[in-house]
């Protein structure tokens, strides 16, 4: 399924209750926002999560479904708040209490990409600001909650998977972990998101694969995990981060020699994690 915000990988069977989202690997950079933008190509797309979308892309042969954004995070960012709107971007916008996010330059219509490079010269119309977000945030949550509502209908529960990629130089700053670097980062915002009881089996899905996992350090999980994340409703939600130079040349926004290994590795994780979704589980009675 696909419309102008979203692709839809749907299984045939649906036989996890586990959804996949992918918010950030969208790729459709309109020509005019282009042109509109001080930026050059290969820059624009320092902020895309690029390629995690075909990491993830097994999940509908493993009984689960996928969502995938179309449109790239600098035109508009799916893991914020539709109010997010940043006052220094978006004429008329209005600032209500400090926001990191938006004080950085990171709201829903973002106004920097990676390292604080600014994507335009001049301001945007709160008109622009409501087009996109009517016309893409609001369809994609609507259909992301959905896909949760279905899951929990079916299976008594739902697991979302949040799935993102971090730069490494995020991870190099993050130290280590066993004196390995960590690869993997598990958000669940310290607990509130997610049972740890999933949080383990996904984490120990990753680590099946011979990838070092932390959790909550760099990220701990935003809009998306915060929303959606309702362990007492049996609704969790747990963001992924995944080191980009496992799989892809940063600097050119290209796949590296590993990244078929790497998807290779990455479809037994997508396996284990949708089995723990999957009946007769345990956790489906709790």
């Excluded at 996928?66 to 539709?82: E, G």
């Excluded at 929990?152 to 993102?164: R, S, T």
């Excluded at 310290?190 to 990838?211: M, N, R, T, W």
Aim: proline residues 5%; hydrophobic residues 40%.
């Amino acid at each position: 399924m696909q419309n102008a915000a979203f692709v839809l990988d749907m299984p045939e069977n649906r036989s996890s209750c586990v959804v996949f989202s992918s918010p950030h690997s969208g790729r459709n950079y309109p020509e005019a926002f282009l042109k509109r933008s001080v930026l050059n190509q290969s820059v624009i797309r320092s902020s895309e999560d690029a390629f995690v979308d075909q990491l993830f892309a097994a999940a509908a042969e493993n009984g689960a479904p996928l969502i995938k954004a179309t449109m790239p995070r600098a035109y508009l960012d799916l893991n914020r708040s539709l109010d997010e709107l940043d006052p220094a971007l978006i004429s008329g916008a209005r600032r209500h209490g400090h926001n990191p996010r938006v004080a950085s330059g990171l709201g829903v219509i973002p106004r920097v990409v990676a390292n604080g490079r600014a994507i335009y010269s001049g301001k945007l119309t709160m008109d622009e600001a409501r087009l996109r977000i009517d016309t893409y945030w609001r369809p994609y949550h609507a259909r992301l909650k959905s896909l949760l509502a279905e899951s929990h209908e079916k299976f008594g529960q739902a697991i979302l998977v949040d799935c993102h990629s971090m730069p490494h130089e995020a991870v190099a700053m993050a130290g280590t972990t066993r004196n390995k670097r960590p690869e993997i980062v598990l958000g669940d915002r310290f607990g509130a998101s997610a049972s740890s009881e999933i949080v383990d089996l996904v984490e120990s899905a990753f680590a099946a694969a011979g990838l070092n996992v932390v959790r909550n350090a760099p990220f701990a999980g935003a809009y998306v995990t915060q929303t959606y994340g309702r362990p007492t409703r049996q609704q969790h939600a747990i963001q992924i981060e995944i080191d980009r130079a496992l799989y892809m040349d940063e600097e050119k926004i290209a796949p590296n020699a590993n990244f078929m290994t790497f998807s290779k590795l990455l479809r037994q994780v997508v396996r284990d994690i949708s089995r723990i979704g999957s009946k007769p589980h345990r956790l489906a009675a709790e």
